[in-house]
């Protein structure tokens, strides 16, 4: 499927973390606003593939 199947790619996801740990020199904090955010984020460890200065944080829970 367009646009699903690039994502799934572990060459481009391996590559685009590379490039987020090169680059990634001062301290930034992303809020994930819904908590299906936080889910997916855990199961496809992403967090592994970031480097220190990368913090996620839970935020307020799914507005809708």
Do not use: W
């Not at 593939?49 to 990368?54: K, Q």
């Amino acid at each position: 499927m367009k646009y699903i199947d690039e994502y799934r790619d572990k060459a481009v996801v391996l590559q685009l973390s590379e490039q987020i740990n090169k680059t990634s020199r001062n301290p930034v904090r992303i809020m994930e606003v819904c908590g299906g955010h936080t889910m997916a984020i855990q199961r496809f460890g992403i967090p592994t593939l970031l480097p220190e200065t990368v913090e996620l944080v839970s935020g307020p829970g799914c507005p809708v």
